[in-house]
């Protein structure tokens, strides 16, 4: 069964551009490293300050697979290295959805 994997992000707003280029940057990390990126999603109108990003995998041992790849990777570490240094994220939350499928 497929879950994905939705991150809600609190970003700090002056900082909207810092968390653009930490977003970006996983847009290539995150296949890489074996995760079936569906996007990442600023702030566009209303609230300033949450962004998301949502990943698919075929089952949760495969999200497991996927962080221990995605730590061990000198791209992704830099990435959260970034993050750390910069202080543009203030929390996040991950919540593991499951697809709705049609009745047979």
Same mark, same amino acid.
């Given at each position: 069964?497929?879950?994905?994997?939705?991150?809600?992000?609190?970003?700090?707003?002056?900082?909207?551009?810092?968390?653009? +280029?930490?977003?970006?940057?996983?847009?290539?990390?995150?296949?890489?490293?074996?995760?079936?990126?569906?996007?990442?999603?600023?702030?566009? +109108?209303?609230? *300033? *300050?949450?962004?998301?990003?949502?990943?698919?995998?075929?089952?949760?041992?495969?999200? +497991?697979?996927?962080?221990?790849?995605?730590?061990?990777?000198?791209?992704?570490?830099? *990435?959260?290295?970034?993050?750390? +240094?910069?202080?543009?994220?203030?929390?996040?939350?991950?919540?593991?959805?499951?697809?709705?499928?049609?009745?047979?």
């Amino acid at each position: 069964m497929t879950v994905t994997c939705c991150i809600r992000y609190v970003i700090d707003p002056f900082q909207r551009d810092a968390f653009e +280029e930490y977003a970006r940057n996983w847009l290539r990390i995150i296949p890489a490293c074996g995760g079936d990126l569906l996007g990442y999603f600023l702030p566009h +109108e209303g609230t *300033n *300050n949450i962004a998301l990003a949502m990943i698919s995998f075929d089952s949760l041992a495969a999200y +497991e697979a996927y962080r221990a790849r995605l730590k061990a990777d000198p791209e992704g570490a830099a *990435n959260f290295r970034l993050a750390q +240094e910069k202080r543009f994220i203030l929390s996040e939350e991950r919540t593991f959805l499951a697809p709705v499928q049609a009745a047979r």
